[in-house]
C-alpha cells in the first residue's frame, strides 16, 4: 500500500494535469522518497509508468509500494523486455541506453508518466530524449545537473522544492522543516509531506 501524500495536512493525489514537474531536494531530506511516493500514487490510481533511476533502492520502494499489482509491473533490463502492455515499466537502474531505446520503441509513451529519478546522475543525452514528455516528472538535486540552468528554465505545471536550490527558480521557497516540500503548481501552493503506511 503506498504512503499517503499531504497537502497542508490533507490527504492529497497528485493529478497528471500538474504534470511535467520539477522535483529538486538535496540528499536525506525526503524528497527522493516523495518523488518514489508520487509515482506509487499515479500508478495505483490507473496511471502507466515508466521510470529510470540511477539506484536500485527505488525500484525496491516503488514495489513496496505497490504490493499485490506485481502482475502490472515489468523490469527491464534489456529492450526486447519493454512490453507496452504493462502498466508499469522499471527500468534497469542507471541503464541510460534503455531508456532511450524505450523513448524510441514504446509507443505509448506520451501516455505514460515518466519519472527520471536522480537526474543529476545522468547525461544531457536523457534530458534531450525526454524533452517534449507531456507528463515528465524530473527529481533530483537540481543545483547538482550539469544542465540545470537548462532545466530550471523550462516550464513546469509544478515545482516541489524540499530545499531551497542555489539555481533560481521561479517561485519563491519558504524556510522548511525536514521531510517537508514547498509545492507550487498552477492550481495552488502549499506545504507537501508524506504520512508513512506503517502496515
Request: aromatic share 8%.
Amino acid at each position: 500500500m503506498a504512503d499517503k501524500i499531504l497537502l497542508d495536512n490533507q490527504e492529497y493525489h497528485f493529478s497528471t494535469d500538474a504534470l511535467p514537474c520539477l522535483i529538486t531536494y538535496a540528499e536525506k531530506s525526503g524528497g527522493s522518497h516523495f518523488s518514489i511516493t508520487v509515482l506509487a500514487d499515479l500508478f495505483l490510481r490507473g496511471a502507466k509508468v515508466l521510470m529510470l533511476t540511477a539506484y536500485p533502492a527505488a525500484k525496491d520502494n516503488f514495489l513496496e509500494q505497490t504490493q499485490g499489482h506485481e502482475n502490472k509491473i515489468i523490469y527491464a533490463t534489456d529492450a526486447d523486455q519493454l512490453d507496452s502492455d504493462s502498466q508499469a515499466i522499471i527500468l534497469e537502474s542507471g541503464n541510460e541506453r534503455l531508456f532511450m531505446q524505450a523513448i524510441l520503441q514504446l509507443p505509448d509513451l506520451k501516455e505514460r508518466v515518466v519519472l527520471i529519478k536522480n537526474m543529476e546522475v545522468f547525461s544531457q543525452a536523457v534530458f534531450d530524449a525526454c524533452h517534449g514528455l507531456p507528463k515528465l516528472i524530473l527529481s533530483g538535486d537540481l543545483d547538482k545537473c550539469e544542465i540545470k540552468d537548462q532545466i530550471a528554465a523550462k516550464k513546469f505545471k509544478a515545482i516541489i522544492a524540499f530545499t531551497k536550490p542555489q539555481t533560481a527558480l521561479p517561485i519563491d521557497i519558504p524556510d522548511l522543516e525536514k521531510y517537508t516540500g514547498y509545492l507550487w503548481s498552477t492550481e495552488q501552493q502549499g506545504i507537501v509531506s508524506i504520512e508513512m503506511n506503517n502496515q
